[in-house]
């Protein structure tokens, strides 16, 4: 893997079953669910493969949640502790008083969540917007990640003038272009409703065969959580102008990035020429662009990304 774009195109395997749920993803996993005080924050968590001394952190997207990784947690189970978590101010966690929960933040989080769990380094793997948290946590803290494996990431690379992303990035609210997903993401937060958390997650797997019932519960019940409503402008940071700005990765801070970082997203991502440069400036990367899945491949495809996943972590 060198400093070009190394990047491969694949198809996504049809669904496993013709009725899905996150407990036939979980059925012969053992696996804890709990949650962990990270120096006075409270996290939940879903743990498989207690006990292993590699300690992978497995960070859902924006407003998400653990069950994300449902699929996941038994293959990477077999060989490495994985911590899925609800991160802070998110699913059934703590919305702690903190300005936002940008990349920044989380970052020093994971920082701590290692020292709590006995890790000196841990391995991340993340989605969309906790992959830019990931990504952030790599670059301000080298010595505590060991490789990276990033979902549909966002993060940058910051653009200049020249780049086609100028002015997308540069947009007062970027949460604009997100069109009818958009909206439900504001509506889900005024009023939860089944209609609103089912929109939102289609907009993520427009194959409605790879989403099932319970994970659309899942986010509703999540956005009825107490408190909720008050700490959206602060999950959904990204939006934001000013801390957009404050977070971005810049190229070279990309390529000080010198863990093994591999990546995965759908073919013809609507952010794909982000995503390249982002993976055209990090050392030592390879990005799979897969066909026939949307913005969460490792759910939708598990299987594929499940093998994936091993051979880079285990590499």
């Given amino acids: 893997m060198g400093s070009k774009l190394v990047e491969e195109i694949a198809k996504a395997g049809e669904p496993s079953a013709e009725f899905?749920?996150?407990w036939t993803d979980l059925r012969n996993v053992a696996?804890?669910?709990g949650w962990l005080d990270v120096k006075g924050t409270k996290i939940r968590y879903l743990r498989s493969g207690a006990g292993k001394p590699r300690k992978v952190i497995m960070l859902p997207g924006t407003g998400?949640?653990?069950?994300?990784?449902?699929?996941?947690l038994g293959p990477l189970g077999e060989q490495f502790e994985c911590w899925a978590i609800d991160i802070p101010g998110c699913g059934y966690s703590d919305k702690p008083d903190v300005p936002s929960y940008d990349s920044r933040y989380i970052a020093a989080f994971l920082k701590d969540m290692a020292e709590v769990i006995g890790a000196e380094q841990v391995d991340l793997v993340a989605c969309s917007v906790g992959s830019w948290a990931a990504l952030q946590a790599a670059h301000l803290y080298p010595e505590l990640v060991r490789r990276l494996i990033i979902v549909s990431p966002g993060g940058g690379p910051v653009p200049d003038e020249n780049d086609e992303w100028y002015e997308f990035w540069n947009l007062p609210d970027i949460a604009t272009v997100l069109g009818s997903e958009g909206e439900a993401r504001r509506e889900i937060v005024k009023q939860p409703t089944w209609e609103a958390a089912e929109a939102i997650l289609t907009g993520l797997m427009p194959d409605r065969r790879r989403l099932p019932d319970d994970m659309i519960a899942a986010r509703l019940d999540v956005n009825r959580q107490p408190g909720a409503a008050d700490v959206y402008p602060k999950v959904n940071w990204w939006v934001d102008y000013d801390l957009r700005q404050a977070n971005g990765l810049t190229r070279d801070d990309l390529r000080n990035i010198q863990q093994p970082v591999l990546g995965m997203c759908e073919r013809d991502d609507r952010v794909l020429?982000?995503?390249q440069a982002m993976f055209e400036a990090l050392p030592d990367s390879k990005l799979y662009r897969v066909e026939g899945v949307g913005h969460w491949p490792h759910y939708e495809t598990p299987d594929q990304f499940n093998t994936w996943a091993l051979e880079h972590l285990t590499a």
């Avoid at 998400?64 to 996941?72: I, K, V």
């Fill in 273 to 275: 020429v982000i995503i």
């Fill in 64 to 72: 998400s949640h653990a069950e994300t990784f449902a699929p996941n």
């Fill in 31 to 33: 696996f804890e669910q």
């Fill in 20 to 22: 899905r749920s996150i």
